[in-house]
């Protein structure tokens, strides 16, 4: 029974039996010792009394305790031959008397290494004493005893190894497995079958190798060959699960060793896909910060004032600082004297409220040379959430600005001179009369008109006028204080700002060292140029409220300056507020009119001597939205001194060549007609190239085109009029001299030039019939035309009178209300279509 490894109670019961029998009449008990030899506890002797069985169930080992404690402590076979005297027994009287229990003997039982297994006890209903038989059967049976209990705790203990091991096995998270010598799984745990997808039974009797992504299937055959003879191996592999998933594991081989010879392979592997995967997508990370164009930093959170702990190479190329100077530094040594505070302390408190910010600085190089940073810093957090770095990428945008600074400065500055223009001028108008406080200070604005600047642009190109102007800013410039401001308000218009003056003596020391200054010849390309500045002045007063209205005012007060002799200045005052003011909103009128197109143009039939159309004359209209018909008389002038005449008069040129050529499809004939030019357009260098441009994309054939000049056009700028008068007659374009009579001209001047016509002044007409002078004038201009081979036109004949008297002058055409007035295109399209033919 022991061999066959029953249960100890089972066994230590039969030794029981086994001794009762050998010992007639007696009841025999079994108790084992406790692991720490101070008690006994009773295991076996079912024949005892219940209640006896019960009093000795656990039993203190000492001197004088009953037959078995004493037994115990004494470590000799204890004789108690009468219970009930004896005095080992006390306390135990009673029940041993009630389970009619009268002697005992009881033998310690040790076990091979010596120690205290327990004891053995015979019981007898009646006093005794053993004989030398009963001791030597007693003997035996501890002897047994001593091996059935030693024979159990060494089984319980391999028992408790076996489960403590296996426990591991089943519960190990990682795959555990065992393969035999072919390398097929003889166990395997649970993760395994999870790991694969197979069960532990499916999996069991297969190779390894089965399981294996195949470019692995080689390699590991070799490990478990090096495992199998007895090496121990860490390696990682690929496993294909039953769903087709790759799985990256981590193995590691030992060898199974039983009695000193290897009887396979234990294996344990963990799967290790999301790290490998982790560390690819870091490797990747790492990699595209490393190689990152924009500088990134990191710093860590959790040391005392952020030191940096990581630069990539974008960072020391944009800072100049190496990786080894910048670890373990703060980010603030980047900062310098023209770090915005403002944008520092939202760094701060941003990094401090452990928020993202993003901010553009002005950062420093190594070298001390300024960048401008966009930087962008967030804070990383782990997986409690707490910050534990802080990472900054910056991007070097200081081009990016300087383009910024460049447009900004285009859009407030000239181009040409490099002065503040009007926008940058009134913002800065604003701002210094905001800043007016109550010292009594002022602010005056001056406004300076160059004279007479537009012939030296006409005349010698806008090169040498663009240098001009260049000169006139720089001296501009030189004679004001720093604090003051130049502006170019566009032409040949520039204007001052003069700040914290106490009062008008300022101005005029300013304004008397600027017109000499200006007036000093300006050297351009070898040629010395003279001119001079209109200047006019305003000042703020106490009771200003728009600053603005100081640069009209000291608009106005310029062309009072200008109407009073050049080369002076004059103070705004409220007297000549409203003509100058007229004059101003009219100039903005015409520039809106130009834009919507406003203009219109009327056409005056010119008549032979036979009453037959000779052709007409192109004049302007303009139809104020608000203000109703306005004069040519009044706004060409303007016009001109402003250089708007140019787009109006291509314009017109235009329109009248288009209109032609209308008449012409409607079957009214090819007529002539005479378009209006001015200065100012006769003298720019494109005017010819303009001329043809139209002629071409209208189709009028030139010789139906006729321009009329005024003889001023002629003898201002000689030479290069008559070259352009000679290029006209080469095309075939008709010229007629406009006005005549009321200039310096001679008719003997006019002899040598390329003209057609002669217009006589309408003054002269309307004096034809009362003044003697204007009739021989009149008379005398037409037979001198004649004589050089012109024709003549009268403009202006209102009366019947004035029309005969001119008929019989040899007068060639007339032009006047008596035969036609200006009138609309389609008013002449009758006019013509009832004429006789
Ligand atoms: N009292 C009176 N006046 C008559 C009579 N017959 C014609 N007129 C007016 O005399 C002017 C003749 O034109 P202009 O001497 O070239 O004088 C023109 C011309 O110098 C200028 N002008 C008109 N159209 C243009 C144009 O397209 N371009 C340019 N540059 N100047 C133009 O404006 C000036 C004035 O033009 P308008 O007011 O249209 O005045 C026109 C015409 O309406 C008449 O019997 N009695």
Redesign the pocket.
């Known amino acids: 029974m022991i061999a066959q490894e029953q249960p100890l109670k089972e066994t230590l019961e039969s030794l029981c039996l086994m001794l009762e029998r050998e010992l007639s009449s007696a009841i025999c008990s079994v108790m084992l010792a406790n692991d720490t030899g101070t008690h006994l506890e009773f295991i076996a002797g079912d024949r005892l009394p219940a209640a006896f069985r019960s009093a000795i169930q656990r039993i203190l080992i000492s001197a004088n305790n009953g037959a078995c404690g004493s037994a115990a402590y004494q470590g000799a076979t204890v004789i108690c031959a009468n219970i009930a005297e004896d005095e080992r027994w006390r306390g135990y009287h009673g029940v041993s008397k009630q389970a009619g229990l009268a002697s005992c003997w009881s033998s310690p039982v040790y076990g091979g290494e010596g120690q205290l297994v327990g004891t053995i006890a015979v019981y007898y209903p009646k006093p005794s004493t053993p004989g030398s038989a009963d001791t030597v059967r007693i003997e035996k049976a501890a002897g047994l005893m001593a091996l059935a209990v030693e024979r159990f705790q060494v089984r319980s203990s391999l028992e408790e190894s076996e489960q403590r091991y296996r426990s591991l096995f089943t519960h190990h998270p990682d795959a555990v497995f065992t393969l035999d010598e072919a390398g097929c799984f003889v166990t395997a745990n649970a993760t395994c079958a999870s790991l694969t997808g197979y069960s532990v039974e499916e999996m069991l009797g297969k190779p390894f190798t089965f399981f294996i992504a195949e470019q692995d299937v080689t390699r590991v055959e070799a490990y478990i060959e090096t495992a199998l003879q007895g090496g121990i191996d860490r390696y990682e592999l690929t496993l294909k699960d039953r769903a087709g998933r790759l799985h990256q594991l981590d193995i590691i081989h030992l060898p199974m060793v039983v009695h000193n010879t290897v009887q396979g392979v234990h294996a344990i592997a963990q799967e290790v896909t999301a790290a490998r995967q982790q560390e690819s997508r870091l490797r990747i990370l790492e990699r595209s910060v490393e190689a990152s164009v924009n500088g990134i930093v990191i710093a860590d959170a959790g040391q005392p004032d952020l030191p940096i702990v990581y630069a990539n190479k974008a960072f020391t190329l944009i800072t100049g600082y190496r990786q080894e100077e910048i670890i373990g530094k703060n980010c603030r040594l980047l900062q310098g004297p023209g770090s915005d505070p403002a944008v520092i302390q939202r760094i701060r408190a941003c990094i401090n409220e452990q928020k993202d910010v993003n901010v553009t600085i002005c950062n420093y190089r190594k070298d001390g040379t300024l960048f401008w940073n966009d930087l962008y810093i967030a804070p990383v957090r782990d997986q409690d959430d707490q910050v534990t770095h802080f990472v900054g990428v910056q991007q070097d945008i200081s081009e990016h600005k300087a383009y910024e600074a460049r447009l900004a400065h285009n859009a407030s500055h000239d181009d040409l001179t490099r002065l503040p223009n009007r926008t940058f001028f009134e913002e800065m108008l604003l701002k210094q009369f905001s800043r007016l406080g109550k010292d009594k200070k002022r602010l005056a604005v001056l406004f300076v008109d160059l004279d007479d600047f537009k012939p030296i642009n006409d005349n010698l190109g806008h090169a040498v006028g663009d240098q001009v102007l260049v000169e006139v800013a720089r001296r501009l410039i030189n004679a004001v204080r720093p604090e003051d401001t130049v502006a170019r308000m566009g032409g040949d218009e520039f204007v001052i700002l003069q700040t914290a003056i106490n009062d008008e003596s300022d101005v005029v020391d300013l304004v008397e060292r600027l017109l000499p200054m200006l007036a000093r010849p300006y050297r351009i390309e070898s040629q010395e140029l003279y001119l001079t500045a209109s200047i006019g002045i305003a000042m703020s007063q106490p009771d200003t409220l728009q600053p603005q209205t100081l640069i009209q005012q000291a608009d106005m007060a310029m062309y009072k300056a200008k109407q009073q002799g050049r080369n002076a200045y004059e103070w705004f005052t409220h007297a000549f507020t409203d003509t100058v003011s007229e004059r101003m909103v009219l100039r903005n009128d015409l520039q809106e009119a130009i834009e919507r197109e406003e203009f219109a143009?009327?056409y005056?039939p010119l008549m032979n001597r036979e009453g037959k159309l000779a052709g007409v004359?192109?004049?302007?209209r303009w139809e104020h939205p608000d203000k109703g018909f306005i004069?040519?008389?009044r706004f060409?002038p303007l016009a001109e001194t402003t250089g708007q005449?140019i787009p109006?008069?291509e314009w017109?040129l235009q329109r009248a060549c288009q209109d032609m050529q209308s008449l012409a499809q409607q079957g009214l004939g090819k007529i002539r007609v005479a378009?209006?030019?001015?200065p100012l357009?006769f003298q720019r260098s494109n005017f010819l190239a303009t001329l043809r441009q139209t002629l071409l994309t209208t189709g009028l054939p030139a010789e139906q085109l006729s321009l009329?000049l005024t003889e001023g056009i002629l003898t201002d700028n000689a030479e290069g009029a008559i070259d352009t008068l000679h290029a006209l007659r080469s095309m075939h374009i008709g010229v007629s001299i406009?006005?005549f009579g009321t200039g310096y001209s001679s008719l003997s001047y006019l002899k040598d030039l390329p003209i057609s016509t002669v217009?006589i002044d309408?003054s002269f007409i309307n004096e034809l019939t009362n003044s003697y002078d204007d009739a021989a004038i009149v008379q005398g201009i037409i037979s001198m035309a004649h004589h050089l081979g012109l024709k003549v036109v009268a403009?202006?004949?209102?009366t019947e009178e004035q029309y005969q008297r001119l008929l019989g002058y040899q007068c060639d055409i007339f032009?006047?209300?008596?035969l036609a007035?200006?009138m609309p295109l389609e008013a002449l399209e009758t006019f013509i279509a009832h004429l006789s033919p």
């Open positions: 143009l009327h005056q004359e192109a004049l302007l004069s040519p008389a060409i005449i109006i008069s017109a378009v209006n030019l001015s357009q009329e406009d006005d217009k309408r403009e202006g004949v209102e032009q006047g209300y008596l007035k200006p």
